[in-house]
């Protein structure tokens, strides 16, 4: 699965045309690289908050035997990612009087690379990101929900991303790490719901790429 997006910009010396691309794995080790790469942008996102040793320098738990993982890949660089728990397999992190019986996924380890700098290239990575994520949960695998117990910045931007497709299913809570207090916000898409994401999804996108067109001609 290739997005035609030129992501040359992400760093200056490469040549022009280079595209971002997903890659699926369904179980750890999969693909050695582009794994080693996650759990060390796991580390450098999580790491302080879970508690990960400082000299392994990279970050997992138990959860990632019962998960697929979704990356976006820019020349064999990953840029960013997330973690999808198999709600089938393992139970999920959030309460579970909030969760709807059914095969669900949940949204877990979502990541962006720090040195993406640009708003609008992040915003793009993001689409791919999140597009992906329904796809393959829901036209790939066929489970009926996407949940996710999301850090507040990364809520607000799937909000902006999924619209009104991600629905809030439980009040914001503190939860108290080991480098402080996280905000999480549980919510929810549902596949009923695809049809809509699609829709904002491409509003979204075409909004971008014409702020960007803005941008470049200023």
């Known amino acids: 699965m290739t997005y035609g997006f030129d992501f040359s910009s992400l760093i200056a010396a490469s040549d022009q045309g280079s595209q971002c691309a997903v890659r699926f794995i369904e179980h750890p080790g999969q693909d050695p690289d582009l794994w080693d790469q996650f759990l060390v942008l796991r580390y450098r996102s999580f790491g302080k908050w879970e508690g990960t040793h400082p000299q392994i320098g990279r970050e ?72 992906a994520v329904a796809e393959y949960a829901f036209e790939e695998r066929g489970y009926s929900d996407l949940y996710s117990d ?10 902006r991303i999924f619209g009104t497709a991600l629905r809030e299913i439980g009040l914001p809570h503190d939860v108290y790490k080991k480098s402080g207090a996280l905000t999480l916000v549980p919510s929810r898409v549902n596949r009923a719901d695809v049809e809509v994401m699609q829709q904002q999804l491409a509003a979204r996108l075409e909004q971008s790429s014409r702020d960007a067109a803005i941008r470049q001609a200023a």
């Open 60 to 131: 997992s738990d138990e959860k990632d035997q019962f998960s697929a993982f979704v990356l976006v890949v820019w020349e064999e660089v990953v840029i960013a990612g997330c973690r999808l728990i198999d709600g089938e397999r393992v139970a999920i992190n959030l309460d579970p009087r909030l969760v709807d019986s059914g095969r669900h996924f949940e949204i877990s380890r979502m990541l962006i690379r720090s040195e993406v700098k640009d708003r609008a290239t992040r915003e793009r990575v993001m689409f791919v990101l999140c597009q």
């Open 150 to 159: 999301t850090r507040l910045p990364f809520h607000i931007a799937l909000r």
